[in-house]
């Protein structure tokens, strides 16, 4: 690494002496990635869905049907705002504010980008950060829970209130398992800033390929590859995003904690999902993707990490973390409660356990470089894998017969149906509704013109 290269990367010694106007600038410049994260994640989305249906998508109003959300979004706010009889008025207006704000709030403490030159003022490209920066980002998407829970209490009708009991055990199912598999990007960065953590995955090796020497990923996402797929699947969750949309789940809740709400309030609850797919997608890029630096092989140019160009890298990222969220939602199907709560405390809770006491074990081993946890990672990987695909299967039980069920019956229980119910009809009762049927038709029309 270079002079230049180590100059880009902010401390928290650099944040707080920016002028006032700088972090109005930066403030904005975070809403409203924002809001167009949220008029183009929904055309995005519709036009990918689209694709893989083998269907068009929006394309009719504005280039590419781009104009469509803005359209979408004009009509929800003229539309009528129904308040029902039975809600709680304050807190079924203040609902779907807290979860945008607590969606947008989260974006304070993400690195856009490394220091650079505003109107003369040396700046990071980021509002703010604080030592437990990562802190603020769990209690964020924590908080952002309430919105659904009490949108869905305050409604006074009943689908919304299954959805907020829906929202309130997926927080607490998938928040653990979130909040531990982020104790590995704790031990390996030593620091719980947003800038450091950054700073730390851009400190690689040298690997020797081929007699040819390359730089070694620094990246969390190869490096704590369990971590990076249990939070992956743990942002899923949390966001409300297929599979795992049971507080809306429309084909049994009809549209859950949002049944009851119409024009800009359902809109706010819109804003908030879509900002939060953002948010965690870019979250999931600071912690485990490196940030705002480029990838392999852009990196071999020395001016990649510098300037502007880190915004570039940083937004390719997260498109294609986007991207991933509309592919699960256009290809899986909704899990149904039980499975959806059993994967989080029975699989994804244990394997980051045994993870986290393997990486501390590993960390405790003298000479811990990047080779070795390269290595480490990639054999532990291995073996799981293998061992999933060879473990063996339960085999289904036999079938048995209907009189076997009959004598498994407990003595003096209610007989049973049977289990095949189409007998088909014998011949002679096709024979004797054939020659009745005229007879019933003229009887029919006697009857009629007496």
């Not at 924002?34 to 998508?57: D, I, K, Q, S």
């Not at 490209?125 to 604080?130: F, I, R």
């Not at 928040?175 to 620091?191: C, D, N, P, W």
């Not at 020395?302 to 300037?307: I, K, L, Q, V, W």
Request: charged fraction near 15%; charge should be positive.
């Amino acid at each position: 690494m270079n002079a230049v290269y180590l100059a880009q990367d902010p401390t928290l010694a650099d944040f707080g002496k920016d002028p006032w106007w700088l972090v109005l600038i930066k403030v904005v410049f975070a809403f409203v990635v924002a809001v167009l994260a949220t008029l183009l994640g929904v055309w995005f989305e519709r036009r990918v869905v689209g694709r893989m249906a083998v269907r068009p998508g929006p394309n009719q109003a504005g280039p590419f049907g781009l104009l469509q959300t803005l359209a979408d979004g004009m009509k929800m706010a003229f539309k009528e705002d129904i308040l029902p009889k039975a809600a709680d008025k304050v807190v079924f207006f203040f609902a779907p504010t807290i979860s945008v704000i607590c969606a947008v709030t989260a974006l304070s403490v993400v690195p856009f980008g490394p220091m650079v030159s505003i109107f003369g003022h040396h700046t990071p490209l980021q509002v703010t950060d604080v030592p437990v920066s990562v802190l603020v980002l769990l209690a964020c998407s924590s908080m952002g829970i309430y919105g659904i829970v009490l949108g869905g209490w305050a409604s006074g009708s009943t689908y919304p209130l299954l959805g907020g009991l829906r929202s309130t055990a997926q927080m607490i199912s998938y928040e653990v398992a979130m909040g531990l598999s982020i104790v590995a990007v704790f031990m390996t960065a030593g620091t719980m800033s947003t800038s450091g953590i950054v700073a730390a995955q851009g400190d690689a090796t040298r690997l020797t390929i081929l007699g040819t020497e390359v730089p070694a990923p620094g990246w969390y996402a190869i490096l704590l590859l369990p971590s990076f797929i249990i939070f992956f699947i743990s942002t899923v969750g949390e966001t409300n995003r297929a599979p795992f949309d049971l507080p809306e789940a429309e084909s049994e809740l009809v549209a859950g904690y949002m049944t009851e709400y119409s024009s800009l309030k359902f809109a706010l609850y819109m804003l908030s999902e879509y900002v939060a797919m953002v948010t965690m997608s870019a979250v999931t890029t600071t912690l485990f993707l490196g940030g705002w630096r480029a990838p392999w092989p852009i990196t071999l140019w020395e001016g990649a990490n510098s300037g502007w160009w880190p915004l570039l890298w940083f937004f390719g990222k997260v498109i294609a973390l986007v991207f991933v969220f509309v592919w699960l939602r256009g290809t899986l199907p909704r899990l149904r409660y039980d499975q959806f709560m059993r994967f989080g405390w029975k699989v994804l809770l244990p394997i980051n356990l045994v993870w986290i006491l393997v990486l501390a074990g590993l960390r405790s081993i003298e000479g811990w470089q990047t080779r070795d946890r390269l290595l480490a990672t990639a054999i532990g990987a291995g073996v799981l894998l293998l061992a999933t695909l060879l473990w063996p299967s339960r085999k289904p039980k036999p079938k048995r017969s209907l009189q076997e069920q009959a004598n498994s019956r407990p003595h003096g229980s209610f007989p049973l149906p049977p289990m095949d119910l189409q007998v088909p009809p014998s011949p002679r009762t096709k024979r004797v509704v054939a020659e009745r049927e005229p007879a019933n038709v003229t009887a029919g029309s006697d009857s009629r013109e007496v």
